[in-house]
């Protein structure tokens, strides 16, 4: 049977439809950008002082700026941001940002973001050690810990000790502060100086893109598979 050019729109349109359909993101939760009044968006309130480029930049390239937004639709959740100056990352270790995975970017994006608000006079009553976005908070994992002295709350990773340096922005659902240090997770920076980087932990938004992927891939798969098949039935 020769293919005919019915055959071939046919083809087309198969493969058309199914590849409209395969839709491989890894973008598991983007958010549209908002029409005012909509939730505050990260990026344009630190955007406004120039001192937050390389915090933004990363926020970006690792999508949790559009998570945030997503999240933050939801007035019932609340959020805390510690921002780190660009003075604070060239504090870093030369090479130290660079050396990190994708996977361990997020990770320490995370570990900027506390998943409740907390307002600049209520330190005193987080109780040790905080939950960050970046998960676990166990010994060695993403532990930070918050002591406060008067009007000064202090924040220690085991690693980096800082003090809530200023504050950004604050509606009472968000609430973002200047940090003078990147804070160092003991999980991604704790064996940098000796031996290898550890293993690294699955944060949640790594675990969907891969997941993600993976699907898509299986879908993938199976569409050049159906394509075959079709074409080679045709040209029989
Ligand atoms: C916020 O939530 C509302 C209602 O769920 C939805 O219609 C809207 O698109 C969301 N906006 C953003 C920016 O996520
Ligand atoms: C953080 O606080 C917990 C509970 O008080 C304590 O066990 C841990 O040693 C502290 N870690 C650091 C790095 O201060």
Redesign the pocket.
């Known amino acids: 049977m020769a293919i005919t050019k019915q055959h071939f729109d046919l083809i087309f349109t198969f493969s058309l439809l199914f590849f409209s359909h395969l839709h491989c993101s890894t973008t598991s939760a983007q958010?549209?950008?908002?029409?005012p009044p909509?939730?505050p968006d990260v990026i344009k309130i630190i955007g406004k002082a120039a001192q937050y480029t390389i915090f933004i930049r990363l926020l970006r390239s690792t999508e949790i700026s559009d998570r945030l937004?997503?999240e933050l639709?939801?007035t019932a959740n609340g959020k805390t941001i510690f921002a780190p100056t660009d003075k604070a990352f060239s504090n870093l270790k030369s090479g130290a940002l660079n050396s990190l995975n994708d996977e361990q970017r997020v990770e320490l994006v995370l570990y900027h973001v506390v998943p409740i608000y907390i307002p600049l006079n209520q330190f005193q009553t987080v109780s040790n050690p905080m939950r960050t976005q970046a998960g676990d908070s166990g010994d060695g994992q993403f532990p930070l810990n918050v002591t406060t002295a008067g009007n000064t709350a202090t924040l220690t990773t085991g690693l980096t000790t800082t003090r809530v340096a200023g504050t950004i922005y604050t509606d009472g659902q968000l609430a973002i502060y200047r940090v003078d240090q990147v804070l160092q997770p003991l999980q991604i920076f704790a064996s940098r100086s000796s031996g290898p980087a550890p293993a690294p932990g699955k944060s949640r938004k790594a675990a969907d893109v891969a997941e993600n992927s993976k699907a898509c891939l299986a879908l993938l798969n199976f569409a050049l598979f159906a394509f075959s098949v079709m074409v080679f039935a045709l040209s029989l």
């Open positions: 958010a549209p950008s908002p029409a909509g939730p937004i997503g639709n939801d």
